[in-house]
């Protein structure tokens, strides 16, 4: 397999995992993408959930202008800073969708990434509220259903909050 045929087996899995997703995302509830990185994802987030409020956390933002939420939407900072105080404004369990595509090429920052961030999206999910991420994470209170999905084994993972 090709470094080409690999981005577009990860892309393919990342666009039909949100497919999935948005499709069983409760009415109620705020959804928030964590990494706007150049704005593919969160695009494809909001044409898939129009008029629902989605909060995007980037540490710095340069999407393309198209791309850019609107300003109230769009938390600048480590989300290990602004998450906490995004819990603190909504409260635990505001969120019905988070998608998470925060890592990097480096597995052992990555693993060490979602350990701590587990708990605070694990503080988000509302009951029912669906995490889609690109990596596993172990949450206590959350079933695994990646499996749900249609995506192969082991290419993108899908929580529900119990
Ligand atoms: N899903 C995006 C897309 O489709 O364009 C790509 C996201 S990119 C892989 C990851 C983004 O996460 C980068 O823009 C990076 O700056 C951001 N990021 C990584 N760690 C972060 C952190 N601790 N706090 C805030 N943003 C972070």
């Given at each position: 397999m090709t470094r ?128 889609l991420a690109d ?28």
């Amino acid at each position: 397999m090709t470094r080409l045929d690999s981005a577009i087996r990860r892309l393919t899995a990342q666009r039909d995992s949100l497919d999935w997703a948005t499709q069983l995302t409760a009415p109620e509830g705020v959804v928030l993408e964590l990494g706007l990185g150049n704005g593919r994802t969160y695009d494809h987030l909001r044409t898939r959930l129009p008029r629902r409020e989605i909060y995007v956390f980037e540490r710095s933002p340069a999407a393309h202008p198209d791309c850019m939420p609107p300003d109230p939407y769009l938390i600048v900072g480590d989300i290990f800073e602004t998450l906490p105080v995004f819990i603190e404004r909504f409260g635990p369990g505001a969120a019905a969708l988070i998608h998470t595509d925060i890592g990097t090429g480096d597995e052992e920052a990555n693993r060490k990434l979602a350990l701590r961030l587990a708990p605070l999206l694990e503080a988000l999910l509302q009951p029912g509220g669906i995490l889609l991420a690109d990596r596993a994470f172990a949450m206590p209170s959350c079933a695994d259903i990646s499996s749900e999905t249609g995506i192969a084994e082991g290419r993108y993972f899908a929580y529900r909050r119990t």
